[in-house]
Structure formats: C-alpha cells, structure tokens
C-alpha cells in the first residue's frame, strides 16, 4: 500500500488544483457523484465478505445474511428517527474507529488490547473534528437538521484538541516503546498535515469526499480485493464491481427515492445522512471483522 499512498497524496492535492475551477454547485455535484460511485462501492461486497469471514462449519444462508444485513440498516434508520442525537453520536464513533482502523491503525504491538482500540479511535475523531473545525458553521447546521434542536456548541475545537492531545501522547509512547513501527508513526503524523491542509483549503463536502474516497474507500476496495480474490489485479476489480452492483444500485435507489420525495423539504438533508449512515453501521462491523480474520490468517502462516 506504501506505493498507493503516494498516489493518495499527490491525487489530493491534484483535487485542491482542481477546486479553483470549479463553482460551488459543480464542486457539489463532482463530490457526491464520487461518494455515490467508489464511495458507496466500498461497502457494496459486505455479503460476500460476511461469508468469507464465517466460520466453515457455519449453515447461514446467503438470504439469511442479507435479511440480517438489511434489519440492521433500517434499524439504524429508524434509530435516528427515535433518538436522533444518540444515533448520530454512535454513528461518529463508529465512523471514528472505522476511518482509524483503515489507516493501519488497529495494529498487534503487543500492549493492552484495550490501547489498541483506543489509538484508531482517537485517530479517527482527530480526523472528524479536523474537518469540523475548518468548517463548524456548517457542521452545526446539519446537526441541527438532524437532531431537530439548535444546540448552542458543539464544542468542536475543545474536542480536537483533547483527541489530539492524546493521539500525539499515544504516538510518542509508541515510537519511544516498539522501533518496528516508527516509520509507519512518522508517515501518519505526516497524513495528518495533509489533511488539515485539504481540509482547510476546500470546502466541507469537497474535503470530505477528496478524503473519503482517496484515503478511505478506494484501500479499503483493494483490502477486500485481496481478501476475497488472493490479488489485486483489474480482473479480480471488475469481479468485485459485478458482485456488488445489485447492493451498490439499490443503496442508489434508496437515496434516488428519499430526493424524490423530500428534495424540497429541510428533513431531506436529516433523512440523507440518516441513510447513509444506516448502511454505514452493519459495514463498519463487516470490515473489522476482515480485518481479524486477515490477521489471523497471516499469523497461522
């Protein structure tokens, strides 16, 4: 992944060049096109990936998955609609951990499990509030669409600075501790500094799905890739693509519905992000579940 990630950072910055010609609505629509492509596509094969991932003694059938798949998702739908400020605190921790656990973060340096846990986590609402901070007027806004009460903080900048405070005291005890892993610590210190420069630069939905899709969806896609297929190659890419387009069209359909219905009304903005978050949740316990079972996998060789 090292060569990918000098991809990532040179793709990022070409998408910052790319900002300055765009208006605000084209920026819009260019950012939500590439979250409704690759950034949904990532989370397209979680079936399949439920499968690999179970045990071989295990009779579920594929229906059985997907029935489970699919309460799970309108659970959380029907989560933000009861308790919207719950579901959408539980949707940015798991969201955190989830974005750090991509990074590479959730990693065996023999300590306690409960750090290991911890520094992705931390990682991940260090990102999250990055992009808050840049952008707070915005973001409280949408909360506020989406918890139907104006709140007066959301306390952003405190919040940022307490993750950031321990990821950077969790990331030095690392580096003092375990040499193995002092490369990979300098390099995320170093991510970091291009996140807040794309995320200062451009705007809330452009930085979200520059980040989202470069540095989050399209690994986490080659990931699976290699789970599910043994490599990466543009064969095993377009396989993927087939196998998931049934989940990936009816995800489209969904939010198709919800623009259709509500375009005109303000709870549009709440059910939108409502929905991607419900599909997000089942995805999130998916892919950590790979990634335990990759890791064993490697350790048995």
Known sequence: MLKYTHFAIVASFFCLWLDSFFAEKAQIIIAFSLIFTLG???????LI????????KSNISFQKNLLYYIFVVLLGLLFFVILPTIALLLFILVSAFHFGDQQ????????????????????????????????????????????RLKVSSLYIKEILLISGFILMSLSAYFYW???????????????????????????????????????????????????????????????YCKKGFLYWLAS????????????????????????LASITFPHVFVILKMMQKNESIQKSV
């Open 177 to 239: 501790r375990i040499t193995t892993i002092r490369r990979k610590l300098e390099s995320e210190l170093f991510f970091l500094i291009v996140f807040a420069i794309l995320f200062k630069t451009s705007s809330l939905i452009w930085g979200f799905a520059i980040y989202f899709v470069i540095w989050h969806s399209i690994p986490s896609i080659l990931d699976q890739i290699k789970f599910i297929y043994g490599a990466i190659t543009f064969k095993n890419f377009k396989t």
């Open 104 to 147: 590479g973060l959730y990693l065996d340096f023999g300590v306690s499990k409960y750090i290991l846990i911890i520094y992705p986590f931390i990682y991940g609402i260090f990102i999250l509030f990055l992009l808050f901070f840049f952008h707070s007027n915005e973001v409280e806004n949408i909360v506020k669409d989406i918890i």
């Open 49 to 56: 990936l439920i499968k690999r991932t179970n045990d071989s």
């Open 40 to 46: 949904i596509l990532h989370g397209a094969n979680d």
């Open 252 to 275: 489209i359909l969904g939010i198709g519905l919800l623009y259709f219905l509500f375009r005109d009304k303000e709870i549009f903005n709440a059910l939108f992000f409502s929905f």
